[in-house]
């Protein structure tokens, strides 16, 4: 039996997952569709044979629908997981799993009345093979606990609509919960340090940016968020431990040597680093949800995020550190 | 409406297929399986909920089966081709085409005489994207017109059952295929060349072996097949061309300092490789199919790589250099 | 004409030197040596048949030696030099060139009392290959302007002796002088961050330590220092551009494919990593010293130097970022 | 005490040496030179304050000039050798020692006749740090008992001058000195591949030539020989051991990110490749001949590496294998 999903959101990100999960996953097809724009959401729908709801409440009551995948505009993030949960079904909502602290709590709150986890966030680098192999690594003891790390998220360029907070929020996000994942415990304490900018971001924008986070142990962590690197979109993450390092790879590609020079590509776009992340994130998705046990990041994961981008904002703001600090976590959560 | 595929052959690469048609694959299921040991066929028949037929020409022939994938024994090959050509159906025939030469080209014919391409061969390398991204290097003239080709093809350690034509018709096969595709021309001379063997091989067993092919175009090429590395599975390929070089990356792995030393983990095994050439190769087979036009290696390519591994073969037992003779390319296969 | 050093300090990076001098540099011999402790200066003096003196002073004063080479305790580095300028003498004096700012400013009023610039300071990173080719590759402009420094000092363990400010003033003292140097200006602000410790280092040390500068034109740079990595002697360097990135090599060693693993070796001491750096540094002053022209680091390079370390031993007392205080630069030192 | 120098050529290569020995070597000083054009011999010695000689044989018998190191035409080598053995003087000779190998065996006699080593030939490349690392590994067992060698010799442009002899006696020379060092036993067969030229190559030119070479124990050898890479020089090894392999790395250089690549430079010129080896050597062979000991490359490498040759070009005219027919070795030579 196929899973039937219903997207909602049919913009850029979620027209790639309705293609992902038509092409690519084996188990589910795209069922339904709805998104603010009917239009847009018509064509969707006539394109992979899928009901066009004009709602998302609609969307989520539907009986053509068993789950639920939330690629909509940020805002309207939280409302939608709630409706998911109140209907008892699987929600798969995009980062960020709401705008604020307080809807995170709500979310949680919800789904530990419904009493079992329904609620999955979209931090998709945790299925990424490099961060997976990096996590044994570090178990394994190979370098000892883990003392600093030094992260780099680079785009090659901003869009229009980027916004100072974005550079937290949207990009550093990601950072802030791989690094927690792979770290496994929460952060203590934030703070952002900005300087020259690069004549290249629009003006006013503070790019890059410094994220310092140091973790409840004290490991101590640097990322450069840099929106305009000008060359290409690239992550890079080294975790120093206390008797070794261990990094990701560059992404391979192929050799060149001509002109004088000994050359390989980089990527110029995101969408092109976490193919495979995006691909492994959906198909484990719904292979849990058949299975009805979820086992990616949970309500309590997106809560943690938010507060820790909360933190760093109010800290580009006042220009000190300051802490992050969670609610006790729920015993549900562990 | 999904692609119902019969696969001829449960043992390891046939059950790898069955597994990636079912889980990995969209778009199609495996509805039918056989094996010359009953017992395997219908263990994987009651996993996969197939149908286990008595012999490949019951499964050729039923109307449970869109399509047909050989995974069996090497002299079985073209038997079951012929076959499935008789039965006007789809086929991916795992390489080698045919054992002999005068095999191939009764396939030719008999596909030539159906006056359509039903027969494709499982050359998946073509479907690695290091190898489509070096022949489109290639082609856009980046190294000028290759020259020489570099290639090593390394296993960490024989099976037991090896034999010194195996290297050739095993290993090498890809190598003379995929070295074809991407310089895309045919073969004028080929020779093998022994010396020191590697005191790891079974005795008698010549390894490593050098093959050494000459293009019609005078392009040369040194291919190490190594079946005793000892440290990994390992596949590297440069090609030189006029103005510059492009060369396989290595597979990308965490980078791990630790003890005085920067390491990076190579594969052991074959299987570990070419992961998503296999996946990507059975979905454009799967896609093709359903389009009823084939893109992939053809009758002709395992006709072609065929009579150079005999001449390869000829060659090593000669100790000289021997022409590769194909017959006229028919337009057939243009 | 041979240049004729006496050499002050026989201990082991003075008789290192003594070595080069003799053994590598062309035009140079060592006349004389000293040190604190007699018996370790005779037996140098026999060893390179130069004579030994009782004193630093005596040696300075010998008509017998017409340049003067520094590499005695930090705390008499000072008070030698200003014996140098005294007698009109060339001085290399090994990092630090004074404990205190006071006895930078003192070094500095005296040289220009002289009117002639007589000291140059051993930051030998400066002769480094990479580190020049750097320079270059951001003055070019080819990565537009700096923006951002991401740099780590890691030797595999310390010495019994170490201390908390040793990992600023002995390890530290190389990245603020030669961040200053690529980036051509001065630090405006300095901050130390602590968090988890090593258990590998000694107790009470705080390793590894996080060191942020600010440059005036707010270039931010994050320096890792650690001096119980475990692995090995490690530097690195990236600077992050408006438009690209630069970044120190490894330096190059062996390829090894074995037990599945691709290795190279990384160096353990301290001692092979600037050799070359060391020699041309030391030839080149040689060369200018017998041009009556220093090329090399300033008086002034080494009281910079010394406040920012300051500044950064008072932050991480303090635990807030504190500003780096220069005089006013005289044009002397232009 | 100085060893004083004589100099025989003083084009290219001779002045660099001479350079070389006044610059960078210490221990000696060039104190005489001849060229067979009387006018740039005038120059180097009023440069650097040598006598200029009318003749090789005059500068040789000079009581000026305690050895001899020849950089002229390749024609004249055997001839100079010779009159330096007659001399009792020590003579470094560049690549080759000789052009036939009847003067190589010519000049064994005469030094045997004398008694001593009198003789080194300039194969630098066994003095080249990543080369003697590899001479290690092999002799560690790490990688096991060699089996195979992967070789590249490219040069980015050839001079107008070059012949297709010369693919072999000045460029492939080098690659049979290293090899014969590496692996420590002598060539038993020599072949050349010649197939596809390149049109960047003077017309008639042969380029690139493969040359396969089997030692006596059978490990099996191919060595590219491009003299119009196109891109730059470059000069690869890899050898291929019964349970791993050991590659020499590219020279390091700093790595740039822009662009949408990840680029570092290649050498495009040989005399940038070999600095550090050339000074090796010539250090070497000064504190050698000061203690009268050679250790370098002797006659017997000069004759073995001339035999070698003739054989690879024997076997480009015949189109076969021949066979590599060396003297038995004088114990002399041991």
Not at 218 to 246: F, K
Not at 307 to 316: K, N, Y
């Amino acid at each position: 039996m196929e899973l039937r999903i219903g997207v909602i959101g049919t913009g850029g990100i979620g027209r790639d997952h309705i293609r992902r999960l038509t092409d690519v996953i084996t188990g589910a097809k795209v069922t339904a569709v709805t998104d603010i724009n009917k239009e847009i959401a018509d064509k969707a729908a006539k394109q992979y044979h899928a009901l066009s709801f004009p709602t998302g409440e609609d969307l989520i009551e539907s009986p053509e629908v068993d789950a639920v995948l939330i690629a909509s505009w940020d805002p309207t993030h939280a409302g939608y997981v709630l409706s998911c949960i109140q209907a008892g079904k699987y929600v798969l909502c995009e980062k960020p799993l709401a705008t604020t602290a307080r809807d995170c709590l709500k979310i949680m709150d919800a789904e530990m009345s419904y009493g079992k986890r329904l609620v999955q966030v979209g931090f998709m680098r945790r299925y990424d093979k490099d961060y997976r192999a990096m996590k044994e690594v570090i178990q394994s003891g190979r370098i000892g606990e883990p003392l600093l790390v030094h992260a780099c998220h680079r785009n090659r360029t901003h869009i229009t609509s980027h916004s100072n907070d974005m550079t937290v929020t949207n990009s550093g996000i990601h950072e802030i919960d791989i690094l927690r994942w792979l770290l496994e415990e929460e952060y203590a304490s934030a703070q952002v340090l900005t300087g020259k900018q690069n004549k290249n971001a629009a003006e006013g924008l503070q790019d890059p940016q410094i994220l310092l986070l140091k973790t409840k142990n004290g490991v101590q962590i640097g990322i450069e968020v840099n929106m305009t690197s000008g060359y290409g979109y690239d992550i890079q993450c080294e975790i120093v431990g206390e008797t070794g390092t261990v990094r990701l790879p560059d992404p391979s590609a192929l050799l060149i040597r001509s002109e004088g020079k000994h050359t390989h590509q980089i990527f110029t776009e995101w969408s092109q680093r976490f193919v495979d992340a995006y691909d492994n994130e959906l198909q484990q998705w719904v292979n849990d949800v058949k299975k009805a046990t979820l086992s990616g990041p949970s309500a309590w994961d997106g809560y943690a995020a938010c507060i820790t981008a909360d933190a760093l904002i109010r800290s580009r703001n006042s220009g000190t550190s300051v802490p992050v600090t969670l609610q006790r976590r729920p015993e549900f959560y562990d």
